[in-house]
């Protein structure tokens, strides 16, 4: 697909706090804090990590008045916009809406009778900041289920585009679409669906993907699976873990998929029985220290003199390990010979001089 023929040229562009998503805008990097949001230090603490890690987009629950009020002083201390995230209780909309949030996230299904979301439609209209309508597979309306005999793609889209007419006639269309299933494959189908359907920018992301290892898997598949048809203007990794694990999956999924510029690519070999140096703790130090630069370059890590110079080719700069000692190659060029202990200061100093 062309690029300007992808859907993500054609959405509406938002706008969240400075940021904007949409009508091909760059897509957006989100993440969401793990910190209690009435807890402002310890939240303020994680957003300004995510931040460094290349966050772009916040979000925090608000289950109580008190995560409301909260809002306000962490909105203070932050640089990146900050959306409010809603369950059931629309007075918490109201209530982070009055204390600066960026955009809400709810799900008008669980809001509760009509006048109530129209409270909320109408605070979010008076500052003009975004609702992010946001539909899960677990919470499907029965009549849904029902007509679609069981939880489908149909029918999660359908509960979300009803979502969507509700506010749309309340008159507002400052939206994003949110559409979550763990079931990989289902939210793909979903995501196809709904681009087709819509106007409004997409959130993506697959829910409840698991732990950090099988997170990832499952986020790398439906991410690239959706992303590389066009679809999607902002997207988050949801992992149990680290929030700033989430953050360099979704760099790096975006990177992979030409989404995005930007960043060292780490490449290291499998190892095999030809391996000479200790190459998984050196490139798990390498991989974590290139993390401090803002170069855009391919960093190869090889395990062998025999087949390592050659894979390191295309990299810009590279390690080939020897019997206890080493080569560094700098655009497919042997440079230096050096002991096993100095091929990391030595990669550190190339890229300290690139920068
Ligand atoms: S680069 Fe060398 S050590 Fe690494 S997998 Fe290839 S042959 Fe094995």
Request: proline share 4%; charged share 25%; aromatic share 2%.
């Amino acid at each position: 697909m062309n690029d300007k023929d992808t859907y993500r040229m054609h959405t509406k562009v938002i706008q969240i706090g400075d940021r904007k998503i949409g009508g091909g805008n760059p897509i957006a990097i989100q993440s969401m804090t793990n910190t209690k949001t009435e807890d402002v230090k310890a939240t303020v603490e994680q957003i300004l990590r995510l931040e460094r890690a290349g966050c772009e987009i916040i979000r925090c629950t608000v289950p109580t008045l008190e995560a409301a009020a909260a809002i306000r002083e962490i909105k203070k201390q932050i640089h990146i916009p900050l959306v409010a995230d809603i369950h059931f209780d629309y007075r918490m909309a109201l209530a982070a809406i009055e204390n600066g949030a960026d955009k809400i996230r709810i799900n008008p299904g669980n809001i509760g009778n009509p006048e109530r979301v129209k409270a909320v439609v109408d605070a979010a209209k008076e500052r003009n900041i975004p609702i992010r309508v946001g539909v899960n597979s677990g919470s499907l309306e029965k009549p849904l289920v029902e007509k679609y005999g069981g939880v489908t793609a149909e029918g999660i889209v359908e509960s979300a585009l009803d979502k969507v007419h509700m506010i749309e006639d309340l008159g507002y269309d400052n939206l994003v679409i949110s559409i979550k299933s763990s079931d990989v494959l289902m939210c793909v189908k979903a995501h196809e669906l709904l681009a087709g359907r819509t106007v409004y920018p997409l959130h993506v992301g697959i829910t409840e993907s698991g732990t950090v290892n099988s997170g990832n898997i499952k986020s790398a598949i439906g991410l690239s699976l959706i992303l590389s048809q066009g679809i999607g203007d902002t997207i988050r990794v949801s992992l149990t873990g680290d929030p700033v694990e989430e953050i360099k999956s979704a760099k790096l999924i975006l990177r992979t998929l030409g989404l995005r510029k930007g960043g060292i690519e780490v490449v290291s070999c499998p190892t095999c029985g030809r391996t000479q140096i200790n190459l998984i703790d050196l490139a798990t130090k390498v991989e974590k220290m290139v993390e401090d630069y803002p170069l855009d370059i391919k960093v190869a890590v090889m395990g062998c003199v025999v087949n390592g110079p050659g894979e390191a080719k295309e990299a810009d700069l590279g390690v080939a390990g020897g019997i206890g000692e080493g080569l560094l190659i700098k655009h497919g060029e042997i440079v230096k010979k050096l002991p096993e202990d100095q091929l990391l200061p030595a990669l550190k100093e190339e890229l300290d001089h690139w920068s």
